[in-house]
């Protein structure tokens, strides 16, 4: 199996110099567990910030979770090409999740020249069972 182009450090890197503002690094809401060649796992911290009313992480702070897993993914396999973006994304709840960080894995499907396609599957720490899966394409500029 090919190696990725860019190590979780070099990512996170960029991500510091870039992305300054996001949520990514040791103070953030993002911690990248893994990256591959096609696939990565980022895990999303517990806090106030995801968590809603009932004990549980909110819809918007999965689909947040599974852009930016597919983002971290596409980087490792192409370098970094900062302008990719997200040009569909689908994702259906499938059970409440738990109070928890919560865990996307991200396997491409297709890794093209122009398109991407790929899907996150997000668990709650510790657990087996799908909480939310996703499915998503991003463009890569020329």
Known sequence: MLAPKLTVGEIEAHFAREFPQGDFGPKGLFKIERV??????VRMKASDKVLRPGGTVSGSSMMTLAD????????ASIGWVPLAVTTSL?????????????LADCKLMKLGKRL???????????????????????????
């Open 68 to 75: 930016a897993t597919m983002y971290v993914a596409i980087l």
């Open 116 to 142: 991407t396609v790929g899907e996150v599957a997000i668990r709650s720490d510790g657990e087996d069972e799908m909480v939310a899966h996703c499915v998503a394409t991003y463009s890569i500029p020329p």
């Open 36 to 41: 591959g060649m096609g696939e990565a796992l």
């Open 90 to 102: 689908n994702i259906n709840f499938l059970r409440k999740p738990k109070a928890s960080d919560v």
